[in-house]
């Protein structure tokens, strides 16, 4: 038996799609998009500071983001964010089962998007179809107390917190959404 987990996503067949939203695959025309991302610095804030871009032009491969749990979030054409489900480390805090390796929930979009609803909308998205490829498995979410849109999110996404603790020299909030089992 293989245990369940986010690679549940990997190469989707086929894209998601929301109102308003389309989660792929990453693709070639992509590529500015990501290195736009990572070399924000709002973006950057919580997540360890922006990259230096010409650092970014460099390392970027062609096609950026082609792994297992990732999704571009692409609105009207265009790349605007990710999201992600990939394995919690089982050496970093912050844990619901006893051996760790829960999917831990994260994505990124560009500022210039933020407060349109688009970061719920992928994520809603993200965990419909993780709670249909594994239907009762927990997903996890970490996020530094200080981003307060980002705890906002995870309260309406439905993520209860379950502790917080220091990383990366910052509070940690950690919270779990747990999917509702069917009776009988």
Not at 43 to 57: F, K, N, Q
Not at 143 to 161: D, H, I, P, S, Y
């Amino acid at each position: 038996m293989t245990e369940p987990g986010p690679e549940s996503l990997r190469g989707a067949p086929a894209p998601l799609r929301t109102e308003r939203l389309v989660l792929r695959a990453s693709e070639a025309r992509d590529r500015a998009a990501f290195i736009e991302l990572f070399a924000s610095p709002d973006v950057g804030t919580y997540i360890g500071g922006a990259r230096p871009r010409d650092e970014l032009e460099r390392v970027v491969p062609e096609v950026p983001g082609r792994r297992s749990g990732l999704f571009v979030i692409e609105f009207e054409g265009a790349m605007i964010g990710m999201v992600t489900l990939d394995r919690r480390g089982a050496e970093r805090p912050g844990h619901v089962r006893p051996e760790g390796g829960e999917a831990e929930l994260g994505y990124m979009l560009l500022p210039e998007v933020w407060g349109c609803g688009y970061a719920a909308e992928a994520c809603a998205a993200a965990l419909d179809r993780f709670s249909h490829a594994y239907p009762g498995e927990p997903v996890v979410l970490c996020t530094q107390t200080a981003n307060e849109r980002a705890m906002r999110l995870a309260v309406k996404l439905g993520f209860a917190e379950v502790e917080r603790f220091e990383e990366y020299d910052a509070e940690q909030w950690f919270g779990v959404w747990e999917q509702a089992t069917p009776a009988g």
